[in-house]
């Protein structure tokens, strides 16, 4: 099992950047496939990204803007956004799944984070 804690997220201009972190528990991180999911209000959460050893992959909607990675020996997870748009607010979600994978589906992953604010202003 593992417990999942996001941060990093705030107020940014549009065309700003932040950065994004969720630190996870547990000796086996490494084999975990980690996601970012966003869910905007009124909207259902949607998927962002998602990485699992070098395999990375990322919604159309960020594709260029946005950069996912970890650091298994801090047991971290990140998510580089950069020319951000006013519809990037959302809270921000981490994810994990026990698998080799990047699935994109909300039902596909067994452990989430809190969920971290992201607020882009015009």
């Known amino acids: 099992q593992v417990q999942l804690v996001a941060s990093g997220g705030g107020l940014v201009q549009a065309g700003g950047s932040l950065r994004l972190s969720c630190a996870a528990s547990?000796?086996?991180?490494?084999?975990?496939?980690m996601a970012w999911f966003r869910q905007a209000p009124g909207k259902e959460r949607e998927f962002v990204a998602s990485?699992?050893?070098?395999?990375?992959r990322y919604a159309d909607s960020v594709k260029g803007r946005f950069t996912i990675s970890r650091d298994n020996a801090r047991n971290t997870l990140y998510l580089q956004m950069s020319s951000l748009k006013p519809e990037d607010t959302a809270v921000y979600y981490c994810?994990?799944?026990?698998?080799?994978?990047?699935?994109?589906?909300?039902?596909?992953?067994?452990?989430w984070g809190q969920g971290t604010q992201v607020t882009v202003s015009s």
């Open positions: 990485i699992v050893s070098s395999l990375t």
């Open positions: 994810a994990a799944r026990r698998s080799y994978s990047v699935p994109t589906e909300v039902s596909q992953y067994d452990y």
């Open positions: 547990g000796r086996t991180f490494s084999s975990y496939s």
